[in-house]
C-alpha cells in the first residue's frame, strides 16, 4: 500500500505561490496596512477562506519594498501606534498588468489541461 503524501502538489498546497498577484491585486484597490490585507487576504479567492501565514506575508511585502513594487509609509493614528502603509509603485502597477496576461494565459493553458484530463477518464 502506498503511503499517503501529504502537502501533495495535487492537492492545491502551491498555490502559494500566487500569493504576490493576490496581495498586489488588493493593494490596486488602494494603500493598506499590512494587518488589513492580511486580514483581507483570507476573503480572497485564492485563500478560500482560509487566514494566511501573516509571517509570510509580511516578508512578501518587504521583498516587494525591497523590489520597488510598493512603498511603504507610516501613518500616524490618534487610535494605537503608527501602521506601515504599503501602496503600489508603477513598478508595481506594471507588474500587476504582467501578473494578469501570465495569469490569463495559464487560466487557458489550465482549462485545456482539465479537458484533456476529463476525456482520459481520469
Same mark, same amino acid.
Given at each position: 500500500? !502506498? #503511503? =499517503?503524501?501529504?502537502?501533495?502538489?495535487?492537492? *492545491?498546497?502551491?498555490?502559494?505561490?500566487? %500569493?504576490?498577484?493576490? /496581495?498586489? #491585486? %488588493?493593494?490596486?484597490? *488602494?494603500?493598506?496596512? *499590512? &494587518?488589513?490585507?492580511?486580514?483581507?487576504? =483570507?476573503?480572497?479567492?485564492?485563500?478560500?477562506?482560509?487566514?494566511?501565514?501573516?509571517?509570510?506575508? &509580511?516578508?512578501? +511585502?518587504?521583498?516587494?519594498?525591497?523590489?520597488?513594487? /510598493?512603498?511603504?509609509?507610516?501613518?500616524?493614528?490618534?487610535?494605537?501606534?503608527? =501602521?506601515? /502603509? &504599503?501602496? +503600489?509603485?508603477?513598478?508595481?502597477?506594471?507588474?500587476? !498588468?504582467?501578473?494578469? =496576461?501570465? %495569469?490569463?494565459? &495559464?487560466?487557458?493553458?489550465?482549462?485545456?489541461? /482539465?479537458?484533456? %484530463?476529463?476525456?482520459?477518464?481520469?
Amino acid at each position: 500500500m !502506498a #503511503a =499517503k503524501r501529504i502537502g501533495c502538489a495535487c492537492e *492545491g498546497h502551491t498555490l502559494d505561490r500566487l %500569493l504576490q498577484p493576490t /496581495v498586489m #491585486a %488588493l493593494l490596486t484597490e *488602494g494603500p493598506s496596512h *499590512g &494587518y488589513a490585507l492580511v486580514d483581507r487576504l =483570507k476573503d480572497s479567492p485564492m485563500m478560500d477562506g482560509n487566514p494566511p501565514d501573516s509571517t509570510g506575508v &509580511y516578508r512578501l +511585502l518587504n521583498r516587494l519594498q525591497n523590489e520597488e513594487m /510598493v512603498s511603504c509609509n507610516w501613518s500616524e493614528s490618534d487610535q494605537g501606534p503608527s =501602521k506601515r /502603509v &504599503y501602496d +503600489l509603485t508603477t513598478a508595481g502597477r506594471d507588474c500587476v !498588468a504582467k501578473w494578469t =496576461k501570465t %495569469l490569463d494565459a &495559464y487560466r487557458r493553458n489550465i482549462a485545456r489541461l /482539465v479537458a484533456t %484530463l476529463h476525456e482520459a477518464n481520469l
